[in-house]
């Protein structure tokens, strides 16, 4: 089976650091990517990475580890406006398709 | 803004009525996937067109039905509406061009059956 977890809820406080973990079981492979999701609106791309490792992109990087089926996101100088559930997400090998977690809410406190 | 249309935005339906909803992908995309997101859950895949063809299903039932156009623009059918079919339906487009390929998503059509 596949299976994704990551934390339901977290709390932190404006403009400190915060860092969203994710544990997956899949039956492939082929790389992991972070949406950001307001309440209500779309996924937004964050991140990707499909080799073991630190990806960083301003004040987000995400982290790879694949023999231990793990990643995590890290954000850095939380803002109020980074209130937003953050979803993992999979591509197993077959047809490209995602298998995603539930996501983490995150809450930012000023 | 991703340049991922969908429409409609809401949609209110009852048992057992039929509902089709479209998706415009982003321009130079030949991939379109659509998921189903319960409130507070994960997307759940459908499944994916690919150059008109269906390239993959997750585990829904068969009165779940979609087409993908020569435009690359896609529709998702579903007959036989149950009250759990209520959900964001979101559509995700993407280039099929190795494992790199990133989704973009539109903004989501939310079913409401009575």
């Known amino acids: 089976g596949q299976n994704i977890d990551q934390p339901t809820e977290m709390t932190a406080t404006e403009g400190a650091i915060v860092q969203i973990n994710c544990t997956y079981q899949?039956?492939?492979?082929?790389?992991l990517f972070w949406y950001q999701q307001h309440a209500g609106e779309a996924p937004t791309f964050l991140s990707y990475?499909?080799l073991d490792g630190l990806e960083e992109k301003g004040r987000f990087s995400s982290f790879l580890s694949r023999s231990k089926g793990y990643s995590y996101l890290l954000l850095k100088e939380l803002q109020m406006k980074d209130s937003a559930s953050y979803l993992c997400?999979?591509?197993?090998?077959?047809?490209?398709?995602?298998?995603w977690g539930a996501g983490t809410k995150l809450i930012i406190k000023p | 803004e991703t340049g991922v249309t969908q429409s409609p935005t809401h949609l209110i339906k009852t048992r057992g009525q039929q509902v089709t909803l479209r998706c415009s992908s982003q321009s130079g995309h030949n991939t379109v996937s659509w998921y189903q997101q319960a409130l507070g859950q994960g997307p759940q895949f459908i499944f994916q067109y690919y150059r008109e063809e269906e390239n993959g299903r997750g585990n829904f039932p068969p009165r779940f039905s979609g087409l993908q156009f020569p435009n690359y623009s896609s529709e998702l059918n579903v007959n036989a509406l149950e009250l759990d079919d209520s959900a964001l339906y979101l559509c995700a487009s993407s280039h099929i061009a190795g494992v790199g390929e990133t989704q973009y998503f539109g903004p989501g059509t939310r079913l409401l059956v009575l």
């Open positions: 899949t039956s492939g492979f082929n790389g």
């Open positions: 990475n499909v």
């Open positions: 997400a999979v591509r197993v090998d077959s047809n490209y398709q995602l298998i």
